[in-house]
């Protein structure tokens, strides 16, 4: 049986994705502020087959380490300058006809009545090519900016996600396939009938409905998650068509993979009913040489300290108190508690102090290197 291979570009709509090298690179253009290096990015990607295009996000500036913006600012880590992920997309929208575009926006910081009426109009002004990248969000940054004083705990935040998922569906759904009518000659704009108010009243949200924006092209956007904690991947197998997850080893992707499948197991689903994108950073040479030159000076770009900072924001917890030659240890974390179960095991495996993981993290966010030809 021939498997069709799944790819998808995950990036910041910023300086920097994965590889905090970037912005340093040599061969990178500073056009992270201009249209016309997304409309670039997605050109390529859509010429190259690529099923998606997707941009992470977060709603605040790391000041974790060392409660500070310092090194953040200063070596320009993950969450230095972040764009507006919808508005990006809307802008790419018009130069592509095939490419699935993702945003990822947080169900702990908006309202269903405006992430489902934003994420339709992408769909409609897409030709149905809309993707929500659904997160909780992970640290204090993020609330003060909302002007809370702290973050929900971990599985509070799933659980208010889970309602937001059920209203944003029937906010979709407020709208039947064919009540816009559009007759002339009657003066019949919209069927009263097919279209309905949702009267949500829950222990999170409260909205009457309906959409104001008629059903789209897909109905709703493809739903991407990232869950890798327990209560994550419950989450993720009831909601998500695409998972997406770091694994730095095979042998812990194909954990993750069994994992998953007994959860979709779990909700009745089938084990086709959601894809898995393990991230790979790939360096390509023509030859094996070239590619691990191209790779061995992206890494010497790193400044480990913005690994640490980016690794602090994502944790929620302030690495800087501790030394660089320690290991990472038991450390409890508020933040991505899945992928830093997967930090510490991989820490113990190779025996990482801090100062080495804040290296590896700074070059991929531990997203395996791929190095050679494109053979």
């Not at 009457?208 to 109905?219: F, M, T, Y």
């Not at 790979?280 to 070239?290: C, H, L, Q, R, S």
């Amino acid at each position: 049986m021939i498997r069709q291979m799944h790819l998808a570009g995950f990036l910041i709509a910023g300086p920097v994705a994965h590889s905090h090298a970037l912005w340093r690179h040599p061969e990178t253009a500073m056009n992270f502020l201009q249209p016309e290096g997304y409309q670039e990015i997605a050109g390529i990607l859509e010429r190259g087959k690529f099923d998606l295009l997707f941009f992470a996000d977060r709603l605040a500036m790391s000041t974790t380490y060392g409660d500070s913006l310092d090194v953040g600012v200063r070596h320009g880590d993950q969450d230095v300058v972040r764009l507006d992920p919808l508005q990006v997309l809307g802008l790419v929208a018009a130069g592509t006809t095939q490419l699935g575009l993702g945003a990822t926006c947080s169900t702990t910081y908006y309202h269903p009545y405006y992430l489902a009426r934003a994420f339709a109009t992408l769909d409609h002004l897409s030709r149905g090519r809309a993707a929500w990248n659904v997160v909780t969000s992970v640290n204090e940054g993020e609330a003060r900016n909302f002007g809370y004083e702290e973050h929900l705990e971990h599985d509070r935040r799933y659980d208010r996600a889970d309602e937001f998922m059920e209203v944003a569906h029937r906010l979709w759904e407020s709208w039947d396939e064919h009540a816009l009518v559009l007759d002339r000659e009657r003066g019949l704009f919209a069927e009263p009938a097919q279209v309905r108010a949702i009267d949500h009243d829950g222990s999170w949200f409260h909205s009457k409905g309906p959409l104001n924006v008629p059903r789209s092209p897909q109905g709703r956007p493809v739903i991407i998650q990232a869950g890798s904690s327990g209560r994550g991947k419950a989450f993720a197998a009831r909601w998500a068509e695409v998972i997406f997850t770091i694994q730095p080893t095979a042998e812990l992707a194909q954990a993750f993979y069994r994992d998953v499948h007994s959860q979709l197991a779990a909700v009745d689903r089938a084990d086709d009913a959601c894809r898995i994108l393990l991230a790979v950073m790939p360096f390509i040479g023509k030859t094996d040489t070239e590619a691990r030159e191209k790779r061995d000076l992206h890494n010497s770009l790193v400044q480990p300290l913005v690994g640490l900072s980016t690794l602090s924001s994502h944790m929620n917890y302030d690495f800087s108190r501790h030394a660089l030659d320690e290991p990472v240890g038991n450390i409890q974390v508020k933040g991505m508690q899945g992928l830093f179960a997967t930090i510490r095991a991989f820490s113990e495996t190779e025996g990482l102090t801090l100062g080495a993981l804040g290296e590896l993290y700074g070059r991929s966010v531990l997203v395996p290197q791929l190095t050679g030809t494109p053979a």
